[in-house]
């Protein structure tokens, strides 16, 4: 009788439906604050990052904390987010991307999969494509892997799937 093998993926994303859900809300919060009646400050989502839209840089800072808020609300963690630089907009006004990181860079895998092996389990981790499969015939072992990795401070967020 063959051994079984049982495995994991360690993923790395952000759910845009949960992007799009608090770009509504925002947007909703934007449009009927008093501050920012007659303004032209507005939240833009095109299915991958949102844009921010104000007449300075205050107000644009506003806009940013509004989205931040409702984002952290939804559950997209704060490290998953990156803002850019600030830039001149159409007329007297500016504007902001904010991008979100979907799957594991190849040197934060590569690393992962080291901080794995150096705990000294008897679990196979490799990397494939943006993720990291971890394989062992004993799901206890999986077990100590998923909370290991849990209890590190990395700088982003992990999700684990397909467990098998």
Do not use: C, W
């Amino acid at each position: 009788m063959a051994s079984q093998e049982y495995s994991f993926d360690i993923v790395s994303s952000v759910d845009l439906n949960e992007v799009k859900n608090a770009h509504n809300q925002a947007a909703k919060e934007l449009e009927n604050r008093y501050d920012f009646r007659g303004s032209n400050a507005k939240i833009e989502f095109d299915g991958k990052e949102i844009t921010l839209t104000a007449e300075d840089e205050f107000r644009l800072e506003q806009v940013r904390d509004i989205v931040f808020s409702k984002l952290v609300k939804r559950g997209v963690e704060a490290k998953m987010t990156e803002y850019g630089k600030p830039e001149p907009g159409a007329g007297v006004s500016v504007r902001q991307k904010v991008t979100f990181k979907q799957g594991l860079a190849q040197d934060h895998a590569k690393a992962l999969v080291k901080q794995i092996k150096d705990k000294g389990l008897k679990v196979n981790a490799q990397i494939q494509g943006e993720q990291v499969r971890v394989s062992a015939k004993s799901k206890d072992d999986l077990q100590k892997v998923i909370q290991f990795v849990k209890g590190l401070d990395l700088p982003y967020s992990v999700d684990f799937a397909n467990y098998r």
